[in-house]
């Protein structure tokens, strides 16, 4: 059972996320290539060398999908629009036929009372800006700002509100120096380079938008719980770098100014020069703060090899003990309220914080019945339980969106890990709900 829509605060609203790379279809429609295209097409960097090419194909199936949104009772749809389908070479000639798909999904969301929610950037760098070293460039501050405001000018006026960009740890780390996403890179100075430019974009797009008038603009961090993986000095200590890499450098960075010493200690003679300076436009004020959270991980120090010792930031990941989903991720649901009394704590005060994205990878749907699964719901159910927890200590939650509407293409996992409310028949591309679904539904409407 979900928490009913009346166990919130008024006003507290519901919504569901999806990204453009992943449900469009991105071989229709005049968009250009991007770097996940290249990523994908690299033997062994995505399952299956799966990509978003068909996806959902929301594209065309638009209105089916928006009726679905509305269906469940959710108030919010957190979608992204994609850049490369905006701006096929990335800058330059405008893909008419992107910004009118993006018009019409912003209409068809209002003619349906629901509010529309965008992201600028979910991850799909046009090839040819990633040919020019991608978020390696400071160029790309502007390129993105460039961007901004083509689809901003032509759909700014009813959007309800906007993030730059969707989680700047997986744009930057996890795709820079793990090389688990695309560019698939892993190199410090890259990383470095990535981890910065990515928040001086998101600070030229907010300014980009403020002058265009729009309101209610914020930014998105995805976090994960660091824990030790034992009591040991060195587990406290991985634990505690890999919280500052992760869930402190990009929120200090946003809404104080600076980075934390953590990291800096490993990152600072990497950072591009002149970096100090940057901090006015990556501090523009935000109406809001997004929080992406899902699950937890161990950390221990990195064993030396022959004497010699692992280079910084010298933590392995450890496998921890408790239930996991399909992706392998442990069900942490305390994490959540850690999080959220956090950043009020320590970075946001009284600005509101959204959970933007939640939710997880079934694993009861893989075998038997597609269509039921209790352990979203029970997911679901005891991270709402969290929000609940953090409002009763004063944390200003406003909203809380699932991750996903859909079954999508889960990046480097292809299309097997099925996060949907509603599941896609990958043959068919016909759409059916899940029981949670049902679930959500009873819990919005009266
Ligand atoms: C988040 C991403 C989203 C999806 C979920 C499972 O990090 O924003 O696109 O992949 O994880």
């Known amino acids: 059972m979900l928490p009913h829509r009346s166990d919130f605060p008024t006003g507290f609203l519901f919504g569901a996320a999806t990204s453009a790379y992943q449900i469009e279809g991105h071989a229709a429609g005049g968009a250009g290539r991007t770097h996940w295209d290249d990523f994908a097409a690299t033997p062994g960097n995505v399952a299956g060398a799966e990509n978003g090419a068909i996806a959902c194909d929301h594209l065309h199936r638009l209105d089916e999908d928006l009726d679905l949104l509305k269906a469940a009772g959710f ?61 390696r460039n400071r ?23 906007a993030a730059p960009i969707n989680e700047p740890w997986c744009v930057s780390w996890l795709s820079h120096f793990e090389g688990a996403h695309a560019p698939g890179l892993r190199d410090i100075r890259a990383t470095a380079r990535a981890m910065h430019h990515v928040l001086l974009a998101h600070g030229r797009a907010t ?17 994960e719980f660091a824990a030790p993986a034992n009591t040991s000095d060195g587990a406290r200590e991985a634990a505690r770098v890999q919280d500052a890499i992760y869930n402190h450098f990009f929120l200090s960075g946003i809404t104080k100014g600076c980075y934390p010493e953590e990291v800096l200690n490993g ?31 161990l950390y221990d120090a990195a064993p030396t090899v022959e004497n010699h010792p692992a280079p910084w ?8 003990p408790l239930p996991k989903t399909a992706m392998n991720w442990e069900v942490y649901p305390q994490g959540l309220s850690h999080f959220l009394t956090m950043m009020q704590r ?8 959204y959970v933007t994205e939640n939710g997880m990878a079934g694993m009861s749907e893989l075998s038997g019945d597609p269509l039921s699964d209790p352990d979203r719901i029970a997911y679901l159910s005891d991270h709402l339980a969290e929000v609940q927890g953090a409002l ?32 896609v028949d990958w043959a068919t591309l016909n759409r059916y709900p899940k029981a949670s679904f049902s679930a959500i539904r009873e819990a919005l409407n009266s």
């Open 75 to 135: 108030d919010v749809y957190r979608f992204s629009t994609s850049w490369a389908r905006v701006l096929p070479e990335g800058r330059g000639t405008v893909n008419t036929q992107g910004l009118d798909f993006y018009e019409r999904l912003v209409d068809g969301l209002l003619e349906r009372g629901i509010k529309p929610a965008a992201t600028l950037y979910h991850w799909e760098l046009p090839s040819t800006l990633s040919d020019l070293g991608g978020w």
């Open 139 to 161: 160029d790309i501050a502007n390129w993105f700002a460039d961007y901004t405001d083509v689809i901003m000018s032509r759909i700014g006026d009813r959007i309800w509100s």
């Open 207 to 223: 300014q980009v938008m403020r002058g265009l008038g729009m309101k209610n603009l914020g930014a998105v961090c995805n976090m």
């Open 267 to 297: 990152m600072e003679a990497h950072l591009p020069e002149g970096w100090q300076n940057d901090f006015d436009i990556i501090t523009q004020p935000i109406d809001w703060i997004g929080l992406n959270y899902y699950t937890r991980k």
């Open 313 to 320: 930031p010298a933590t392995v990941e450890v496998e921890g």
């Open 346 to 353: 320590d970075y946001t005060g009284d600005l509101p914080i």
């Open 392 to 423: 009763d200590q004063g944390v200003p939650v406003k909203g809380y969106f699932v991750w996903s509407l859909l079954d999508n293409y889960e990046w480097a996992m292809g299309y097997a890990p099925r996060f949907g409310l509603i599941h």
